[in-house]
């Protein structure tokens, strides 16, 4: 079952999940209105009428796109929700190596001498993986 389709199953879409869905689909918009100037600039074969559209979403801001077109940055961002959640754990090893190293820090330092950050970090991780497995077996 997709991600949408979990959260229509619920028959609602938490606060916290919406905005993950909205800053992903901004994303999207933004990766394709990448491609797309690149797309023009190399003066691909499209037509005057997608190249004029092209340019006028370009100056758009995602919160004013018409919402067919929000529609379709919402299937992409709910597609990488699907992605995600086909592995949980590896995503959260991969948040919490992030943080490290915004922190500066890696998996092996912290500022507790015992480590107990880092190890009860990679204990709820493990722990997860276990629960996570009993659960798919």
């Given at each position: 079952?997709s991600?949408?389709e979990?959260?229509?199953?619920v028959g609602k879409?938490?606060?916290?999940?919406?905005?993950?869905?909205?800053?992903?689909?901004?994303l999207e918009?933004?990766?394709?209105?990448h491609?797309?100037?690149e797309?023009?600039r190399?003066?691909e074969?499209?037509?005057?009428?997608?190249?004029?559209?092209?340019?006028?979403?370009?100056?758009?801001?995602?919160d004013?796109?018409?919402d067919?077109i929000?529609?379709m940055d919402?299937?992409?961002?709910?597609?990488v929700?699907d992605e995600?959640?086909?592995?949980?754990?590896?995503?959260l090893?991969?948040?919490?190596?992030?943080?490290?190293?915004?922190?500066?820090?890696?998996?092996a330092?912290?500022?507790?001498?015992?480590?107990r950050f880092v190890?009860?970090?990679?204990?709820?991780?493990?722990?997860?993986?276990?629960r996570?497995?009993?659960v798919?077996s």
């Amino acid at each position: 079952m997709s991600a949408k389709e979990q959260a229509e199953k619920v028959g609602k879409y938490s606060f916290h999940y919406m905005a993950l869905v909205k800053r992903l689909a901004k994303l999207e918009f933004e990766q394709w209105k990448h491609w797309a100037s690149e797309i023009l600039r190399q003066k691909e074969k499209i037509s005057n009428d997608r190249a004029e559209r092209w340019r006028k979403l370009f100056s758009t801001e995602w919160d004013d796109l018409p919402d067919e077109i929000k529609q379709m940055d919402y299937t992409w961002a709910f597609n990488v929700l699907d992605e995600l959640e086909d592995d949980p754990i590896t995503c959260l090893v991969m948040i919490g190596d992030f943080i490290f190293n915004q922190l500066g820090l890696d998996w092996a330092y912290t500022e507790d001498p015992e480590g107990r950050f880092v190890s009860d970090f990679i204990k709820l991780i493990e722990d997860s993986k276990t629960r996570l497995d009993k659960v798919r077996s």
